[in-house]
């Protein structure tokens, strides 16, 4: 197949946009597919004002960010990834949604194409097996905000090739710059197994009036150095996609501790995602 040049990229939202953009900023011909023109449009709107910010912050110059801009393409249709050597599924935390993207993806692309999920917290495996090929299927798995977290966890399944899972390591850290790390095919892999019992632990510490979330968060930001408090993280990470990869874990594990807690279950009900929606535990309206 030779080396990796053109990607493809399901899904424009939080993560799908920040993939992309890190691709065509290394220099890759990038297709992202939407669901519609709208959803396109915003993942292209997400894209250049990410891209606005790296300029502002001396991370790229105003020529490699229109540079980055060429290299993408925006499409509708799923087509549009034929003549990809790695697709990168990027779609909601939706099993049935990623069983029909990657059903049709193998289909649709060459049989030595790479098929990855950027799922949080879904088994590779199943995602593999609505696949003819499944020995080029694997995970690899971004953090948010992709252009700035520096790591990729690479997830092969059982039934991955190994030089699939080689190429696709070398593609996250020699072409994108990430550092991997190998996680196991198991619901949460390694950073969300430790991360999200503990945005929900505060998230019930909230439900139970324990502290308030300004409080729990300046508490984690300012006694132990975190970025930024569990609160505040589990609205950038979106909390309806927190209680999707919670739902993952405890059907995994059906320990409590993975159970998303009647707090978040509501708020994601009202419609309170965090910061895309414009409210979660804070507002950013
Ligand atoms: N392009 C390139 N670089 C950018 C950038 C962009 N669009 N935006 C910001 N940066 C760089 C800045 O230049 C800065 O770099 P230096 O440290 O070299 O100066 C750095 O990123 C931090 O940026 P800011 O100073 O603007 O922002 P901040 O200090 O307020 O940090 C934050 C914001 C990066 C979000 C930080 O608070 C953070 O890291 N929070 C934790 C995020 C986290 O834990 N993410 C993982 C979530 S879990 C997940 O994603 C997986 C899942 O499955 C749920």
């Given at each position: 197949?030779?080396?990796?040049?053109?990607?493809?990229?399901?899904?424009?939202?939080?993560?799908?946009?920040?993939?992309?953009?890190?691709?065509?900023?290394?220099?890759?011909?990038?297709?992202?597919?939407?669901?519609?023109?709208?959803?396109?449009?915003?993942?292209?709107?997400?894209?250049?004002?990410?891209?606005?910010?790296?300029?502002?912050?001396?991370?790229?110059?105003?020529?490699?960010?229109?540079?980055?801009?060429?290299?993408?393409?925006?499409?509708?249709?799923?087509?549009?990834?034929?003549?990809?050597?790695?697709?990168i599924?990027?779609?909601?935390?939706?099993?049935?949604?990623?069983?029909?993207?990657?059903?049709?993806?193998?289909?649709?692309?060459?049989?030595?194409?790479?098929?990855a999920?950027n799922?949080?917290?879904?088994?590779?495996?199943?995602?593999?097996?609505?696949?003819?090929?499944?020995?080029?299927?694997?995970g690899l798995h971004?953090?948010?905000?992709?252009?700035?977290?520096?790591?990729v966890?690479l997830?092969?399944?059982?039934?991955?090739?190994?030089?699939?899972?080689?190429?696709a390591?070398?593609?996250a850290?020699?072409?994108?710059?990430?550092?991997?790390?190998?996680?196991?095919?198991?619901?949460?892999?390694?950073?969300?197994?430790?991360?999200?019992?503990?945005?929900?632990?505060?998230?019930?510490?909230?439900?139970?009036?324990?502290?308030?979330?300004?409080?729990?968060?300046?508490?984690?930001?300012?006694?132990?150095?975190?970025?930024?408090?569990?609160?505040?993280?589990?609205?950038?990470?979106?909390?309806?996609?927190?209680?999707?990869?919670?739902?993952?874990?405890?059907?995994?594990?059906?320990?409590?501790?993975?159970?998303?807690?009647?707090?978040?279950?509501?708020?994601?009900?009202?419609?309170?995602?965090?910061?895309?929606?414009?409210?979660?535990?804070?507002?950013?309206?």
């Amino acid at each position: 197949m030779g080396d990796i040049t053109r990607v493809g990229v399901i899904g424009a939202g939080l993560m799908g946009s920040g993939i992309a953009e890190v691709t065509a900023r290394a220099g890759l011909d990038v297709v992202v597919v939407e669901a519609d023109a709208a959803a396109a449009e915003a993942g292209r709107g997400r894209i250049e004002k990410s891209l606005g910010r790296g300029v502002d912050k001396g991370k790229l110059s105003a020529e490699e960010r229109d540079a980055a801009l060429a290299r993408l393409t925006f499409s509708t249709d799923l087509e549009a990834c034929a003549d990809r050597q790695l697709v990168i599924e990027a779609v909601a935390e939706n099993e049935a949604l990623k069983l029909d993207v990657f059903g049709r993806l193998d289909k649709i692309t060459e049989p030595e194409a790479i098929l990855a999920s950027n799922t949080s917290s879904l088994p590779i495996t199943r995602l593999a097996m609505a696949t003819e090929h499944p020995e080029r299927v694997l995970g690899l798995h971004f953090f948010n905000p992709v252009p700035v977290q520096k790591l990729v966890e690479l997830i092969p399944s059982l039934l991955t090739g190994d030089d699939v899972a080689e190429k696709a390591s070398a593609f996250a850290s020699e072409v994108l710059g990430k550092t991997v790390v190998k996680a196991p095919d198991r619901a949460g892999f390694v950073v969300n197994a430790l991360l999200i019992p503990y945005l929900l632990s505060a998230i019930r510490m909230v439900e139970a009036g324990h502290a308030t979330p300004e409080d729990i968060d300046n508490g984690m930001v300012l006694g132990c150095a975190h970025p930024m408090g569990p609160l505040r993280l589990a609205d950038l990470v979106g909390l309806d996609t927190t209680k999707a990869v919670a739902e993952s874990m405890y059907e995994e594990y059906k320990e409590p501790l993975y159970a998303p807690p009647p707090l978040l279950q509501r708020m994601v009900e009202a419609g309170l995602y965090g910061r895309k929606s414009g409210r979660g535990f804070y507002d950013y309206t």
